[in-house]
């Protein structure tokens, strides 16, 4: 019997994940400063009440477990404080106890805005997911720390760390950029079983994206680790560009850049 770990397991992306991941072999530990909704069918659940940024409770919650889902912190860009404590320090705290407790492989979930002012033109299309950090704004800036976290504890204690720079996981696209950057939910627990499985990773960055037709980030580094998603948005296209327009890849500062509007937004600024 395999032990997952889901920090942020009351979360909207775990809800998305817990149906997906379940197995008759496998207990999900979901550990949230709130209760997650009750195990549906299938599910084997265990609940940890905790903060990710408390290092006793973390590792506590590591015991027995054989990897874990770091989904946990702020979603949001906030106030310097907010994004240092609940992503930098926890994303530390994870990775900490994690090593405290003996679990090697890590899945941390990185997002796009670590890398949020590449755009279009910055390199060969399509972008490769080990691009260099340029955050977005405080949060990404918190995402980029939490990817060097991992790297530090790849180089010096041998775990497995892999970064997921998340576009957009949603059950359906969210406007006219979802149809590049769309994770669809079954694709995202195709990614994370991905993750799972591969032997002996070590240090990876992966983009989050589902096979979209029209993507401009690479899928190489997620097939590498054995991601073969399946799903495409362009099935909502139609919908979408009636709603919004047709869209301008190339001069749409919000289409082309890989954080969009958030390269706009005021530091520190929540919306």
Aim: with cysteine; net charge negative; glycine share 12%.
């Amino acid at each position: 019997m395999s032990r997952v770990l889901i920090t942020g397991g009351a979360g909207k992306v775990a809800k998305l994940l817990r149906s997906r991941l379940a197995a008759p072999d496998r207990v999900l530990r979901l550990l949230d400063i709130r209760a997650p909704e009750p195990a549906g069918p299938g599910e084997a659940v265990e609940c940890v009440t905790a903060s990710v940024t408390d290092l006793d409770a973390m590792t506590e919650a590591c015991r027995g477990v054989d990897a874990i889902v770091h989904l946990g912190g702020q979603a949001r860009e906030a106030d310097v404080d907010t994004v240092l404590h609940n992503n930098m320090l926890g994303s530390y705290t994870v990775m900490e106890a994690a090593r405290r407790a003996g679990v090697t492989r890590v899945v941390l979930a990185s997002s796009s805005h670590a890398v949020g002012f590449h755009d279009r033109h910055s390199g060969e299309l399509p972008l490769r997911g080990d691009l260099d950090g340029r955050p977005d704004t405080l949060y990404g800036w918190s995402k980029m720390a939490a990817e060097g976290v991992g790297r530090l504890y790849v180089d010096r204690f041998g775990m497995d760390v892999i970064c997921l720079r998340i576009g957009l996981w949603f059950p359906t696209p969210p406007g006219v950029r979802g149809l590049a950057l769309w994770l669809s939910p079954d694709d995202g627990a195709r990614l994370v079983e991905a993750c799972l499985s591969v032997e002996s990773p070590g240090f990876r960055c992966v983009w989050g994206i589902s096979r979209n037709t029209r993507r401009w980030w690479s899928l190489a580094e997620g097939e590498a680790i054995g991601y073969h998603p399946k799903d495409d948005a362009e099935r909502f296209a139609e919908q979408l560009i009636a709603e919004h327009g047709e869209p301008d890849w190339e001069h749409d500062p919000v289409l082309n850049r890989v954080g969009g509007q958030w390269c706009d937004v005021p530091l520190g600024v929540a919306y």
